[in-house]
């Protein structure tokens, strides 16, 4: 690892000591192996290598092939060691100079003698390539300046050019005012351009002639009239001289300020401008956290868009966002939330809110999830009832609670994340809220356990009442423990009765369904409309053949249900499951409707092309392809559980070609 000392250090050393870039190899042998012994003797760090003069000849080819030097060899031995870069630091020493004697021209390639090989000095054009090599910011450059026309050319540095010519470029402007009442004239003749601005006009050129830091500070961070300013001054100054044929160095050097100074305005001005438009674009994403929905990932901050349409991030980075993100999301006092919160989800999602919007929000949620999952509860433990079973969600507490919390993390994670005490209870200090969100968030709170309450009353679901509401949905009878063991007993006794004793009950079963407002499919595999069946299949050879095609059809229709819905549960059960999941009506009759208009959807969808299917099923992969072309239409669009409804589509498509007879 390179100490301190290196040999590039002790060639750059030797050079500006011997004033000049090309020496004697021999002569800096020698020197280079006393420099290093000595500075080893006084303690210092160098580099191991500098110990080893046997190892130069390596050393000095590897800074050859790096572009630091050249070597000029001789019978393949070196001879003499060629250092460019001597140059950049006498240039540096002639800008020492000119800060001291400010009417100094700048220096040039002609005017120093210097014999600068032109791979080791960047060449560029003032009007088309200045302003990229102050973005480069290339330390140790040397660079020559062109312009146009026959105003002769400035040999400087890319460190120069980055922070100095600017100063020197004022300084030289300022000469100029201050030389032939030239500050009068160039008044005068701004004047008719800032009318009603007289004072302010009058005023910079007073700064410039007297403030040079200040008048430097006006480039650096300009305003709209300090831009005007030096543009038209830059221009003015450059028109008269570009007139006159014999210019004097010094009127060169005023010439040479004027365009670098405008090209200086120019590029202060344009990252001003993008500094102003990034600060705007981030207030307005500031602003955008009090818009619906109200929580927003990263990935959806990064969208905003102005009122135009117009994304954002057009006008800042992802590190600019990064960084504005962590100051909103930051407090400076441990009392308070930040301005931002982040709150993360059990399935590992991120979303930024508001502090002021987490109560409303999670107030808000509360009470739509109250509504779904009583909805999702009383129709799931009504179809239990009615199929004489019970879960343990029906009978425990604390399995309803495990049962609440799965469903709470699967349906809304976002919920889940926001039902934190700590969270709730310093948003509630954060903010001023109303005295009825004041109440309503104060209820959830176990404040002698400073927790949360049980869900089940975070939620406002009872368990005995959603089970009682359930038994108030089903015949009487069916409640009753006596009835209920004996209609088991004649169900599972009955179980072996031909398909058409299913199919003249099932339409009785139905309509009193629908008139409850119950019913979401029909009860069984084998029930269906007749509208639900297949066409007919092609005769057979032989009734054995004929009962074995159906046997081989049946039997991969059951695999397919199960590994649709993952279970071995009856299709109509896992049926009416998904449908509580994804129909966001709460009307009886209207949820039934719906559930109707999705089948009559999916079985016209069918009706056209099942022939294809009368001897072998689809796939899995084409069920999911015919599910997800069902899903995108548009009459599905009030529904938001697409994941749900894909589901239930390919298990309703199964059913219908599980109807399919085979005669």
Known sequence: MAGRYDLNTIIRGYSLRMGKPRFNFTSFA????????????????????????????????????????????????????????????????????????????????ESTGYEIPDGAMNTVDVKTEFVELLKKKDDQEIVRLTFPDTIPSILTTSTMVENKMLEFSVQKIRNYLNTHRNAEYMQSRMRGIFKNREASLKDMFSKVLTQVRTSISSLLEPTDFSFQFWTHLASSMIQEYNKKNNRTALENAYIQSAYMLGLYNMYYKSISQREKDKENALKQVRQGFRNAPYFFTFNSIHSFKDKNGVPLSKRFSLDDLNAYLRKLTTSGDNKQLPEVVRVR???????????????????????????????????????????????????????????????????????????????????????????????????????QHHSLKPLDEVLKLKREELVKDAKFKIPLWKTIPLFVAVAKFFRS??????????????????????????????????DMDQHDAAPVFPPSTGGASKKKDLLNY?????????????????????????????????????????????????????????????????????????????????????????????TYIKLYIIKILGNQRIS
């Open 30 to 109: 020698a020197y280079a192996q006393k420099y290093a012994e000595r500075l080893v003797s006084e303690g210092e760090e160098i580099e191991p290598r500098l110990s080893a003069p046997e190892q130069l000849d390596s050393q000095l080819e590897e800074l050859a092939s790096s572009g630091i030097l050249r070597l000029e060899k001789q019978d393949d031995r070196i001879k003499t060691i060629f250092y460019p870069k001597f140059y950049y630091y006498e240039i540096h020493k002639l800008y020492k100079d000119i800060e001291q004697k400010s009417e100094e021209p700048f220096p040039s390639l």
């Open 345 to 447: 989800t059990p399935d590992n999602k991120e979303y930024f809110i508001h502090r002021e919007l987490i109560i409303p929000l999670t107030l808000k949620k509360l009470r739509d999830t109250n509504e779904i999952l009583k909805r999702e509860y009383q129709n799931l433990f009504t179809l239990l009832l009615n199929n004489y079973q019970t879960s343990p969600e029906m009978k425990n507490d604390e399995a309803f609670i495990r049962d609440l919390e799965r469903r709470l993390k699967e349906e809304d994670p976002l919920l889940s994340g926001l039902l934190r005490f700590d969270l709730l209870f310093f948003a509630l200090e954060s903010g001023k809220y109303g005295f009825e969100a004041t109440k309503n968030t104060q209820d959830l709170f176990d404040s």
């Open 493 to 526: 006794f009955s179980s072996g009765f031909s398909r058409n004793n299913h199919v003249r009950s099932r339409g009785e079963k139905k309509i009193k369904k629908r008139a409850r407002g119950e019913g979401f499919v029909s009860t069984s595999l084998s």
């Open 554 to 646: 049946k039997e991969a229709l059951e695999v397919l249900k199960r590994r649709v819905a993952g279970n071995d549960k009856p299709i109509d059960q896992s049926l009416g499951e998904l449908a509580e999941k994804w129909n966001p009506l709460y009307d009886p009759q209207a949820k039934a409707n719906l559930v109707e208009d999705v089948n009559s959807l999916i079985r016209d969808f069918i009706r056209s092309i099942k022939k294809h299917f009368r001897v072998k099923p689809p796939d899995l992969a084409r069920i999911e392809n015919m599910a997800r072309q069902l899903s995108e239409h548009d009459a599905f669009d009030q529904i938001k559980n697409k994941a749900a409804l894909m």
